[in-house]
């Protein structure tokens, strides 16, 4: 007589089966499509390149130190700086304050009418000794002693103190207004020097609020370029996500939906009361329940 065997099936409910061959072809299919270049560019990083006002601040940076005209790459770096002066900004006014030193400096600042001054200062003094030597010649006359040896010696003695005063006078003239051309020079010394201390300070809160509008404008660039990216990944992974969804809807259908046992019996012989009993237990309770 052939052995009997019997083949035990478990399967679950038609719509749940159908339901999860279509997942997995919808999956396959998902993963099996990779992303094009394009897509792979939008959801890669990528960096603001820089703007008009950080390349302006830049420049000015690169000319008051000097140096030439900046060339900038595709993404707004720099790539190339020009031939420049060499002379910083602040140079000009050094270089001004160094003019107002030296033996020389107060040339430059004495006064064009000094001369003028001085002509018409000694002038006077000359119109002013002859009228004292005609007075000195009008009482040595009342006095009889115009022409002697006493009266000879007075005016001798009035023309050594007249030259004297007038040399004196001329010196005092030449003086003054060569402490003038000194201090006008050193005052110029103090001006550029300030100057040339002022320039870079000034310069430099040019460059740093040019500066800080480009970073400013800067970020504004990225968090752009990021919230595309971000698009970008959003709606690559959307399918996903929707797949997601419906791979936890089919579970949990299915964790509520009971599994259809089927017993085959195979090989010949017709089944006894013993094996219809094991058959019709099996398909109500499983192997498990009747032997447990």
């Given at each position: 007589?052939?052995?009997?065997?019997?083949?035990?099936?478990a399967r679950r409910a038609p719509f749940l089966e159908a339901a999860g061959e279509s997942y997995i072809d919808l999956l396959t299919q998902q993963v099996g499509t990779a992303p094009t270049a394009a897509e792979l560019q939008a959801m890669g990083p990528q960096v603001?390149?820089?703007?008009?006002?950080?390349?302006?601040?830049?420049?000015?940076?690169?000319?008051?130190?000097?140096?030439?005209?900046?060339?900038?790459?595709?993404?707004?770096?720099?790539?190339?700086?020009?031939?420049?002066?060499?002379?910083?900004?602040?140079?000009?006014?050094?270089?001004?304050?160094?003019?107002?030193?030296?033996?020389?400096?107060?040339?430059?600042?004495?006064?064009?009418?000094?001369?003028?001054?001085?002509?018409?200062?000694?002038?006077?003094?000359?119109?002013?000794?002859?009228?004292?030597?005609?007075?000195?010649?009008?009482?040595?006359?009342?006095?009889?002693?115009?022409?002697?040896?006493?009266?000879?010696?007075?005016?001798?003695?009035?023309?050594?103190?007249?030259?004297?005063?007038?040399?004196?006078?001329?010196?005092?003239?030449?003086?003054?207004?060569?402490?003038?051309?000194?201090?006008?020079?050193?005052?110029?010394?103090?001006?550029?020097?300030?100057?040339?201390?002022?320039?870079?300070?000034?310069?430099?809160?040019?460059?740093?609020?040019?500066?800080?509008?480009?970073?400013?404008?800067?970020?504004?660039?990225?968090?752009?370029?990021?919230?595309?990216?971000?698009?970008?990944?959003?709606?690559?992974?959307?399918?996903?996500?929707?797949?997601?969804?419906?791979?936890?809807?089919?579970?949990?259908?299915?964790?509520?939906?009971?599994?259809?046992?089927?017993?085959?019996?195979?090989?010949?012989?017709?089944?006894?009361?013993?094996?219809?009993?094991?058959?019709?237990?099996?398909?109500?309770?499983?192997?498990?329940?009747?032997?447990?």
């Amino acid at each position: 007589m052939a052995e009997t065997t019997y083949e035990t099936i478990a399967r679950r409910a038609p719509f749940l089966e159908a339901a999860g061959e279509s997942y997995i072809d919808l999956l396959t299919q998902q993963v099996g499509t990779a992303p094009t270049a394009a897509e792979l560019q939008a959801m890669g990083p990528q960096v603001a390149g820089q703007n008009v006002l950080t390349q302006a601040a830049q420049q000015q940076a690169a000319t008051q130190a000097g140096l030439g005209t900046l060339t900038f790459g595709p993404q707004g770096q720099v790539t190339g700086v020009g031939a420049g002066t060499g002379v910083a900004g602040y140079q000009p006014y050094l270089q001004a304050a160094q003019a107002a030193t030296g033996p020389t400096a107060y040339q430059q600042y004495m006064s064009p009418y000094q001369q003028d001054v001085i002509s018409t200062t000694l002038a006077e003094f000359d119109r002013q000794r002859q009228i004292q030597q005609q007075q000195l010649a009008g009482t040595q006359v009342a006095q009889g002693a115009f022409g002697q040896g006493r009266g000879q010696i007075a005016q001798g003695e009035f023309a050594a103190q007249s030259d004297r005063n007038r040399a004196a006078l001329q010196a005092q003239l030449l003086q003054q207004g060569f402490g003038q051309a000194q201090q006008l020079a050193a005052q110029q010394f103090e001006q550029q020097k300030g100057l040339a201390s002022l320039q870079p300070s000034l310069a430099a809160t040019g460059i740093q609020q040019l500066g800080a509008a480009g970073t400013s404008n800067l970020a504004y660039q990225q968090a752009i370029l990021d919230a595309a990216r971000q698009q970008a990944q959003l709606a690559y992974q959307e399918p996903y996500t929707r797949l997601g969804a419906l791979g936890t809807g089919i579970a949990s259908v299915a964790g509520g939906v009971p599994v259809s046992q089927t017993v085959t019996q195979t090989g010949a012989g017709t089944p006894g009361a013993l094996s219809q009993a094991i058959t019709t237990a099996a398909g109500a309770y499983g192997l498990g329940s009747l032997f447990g």
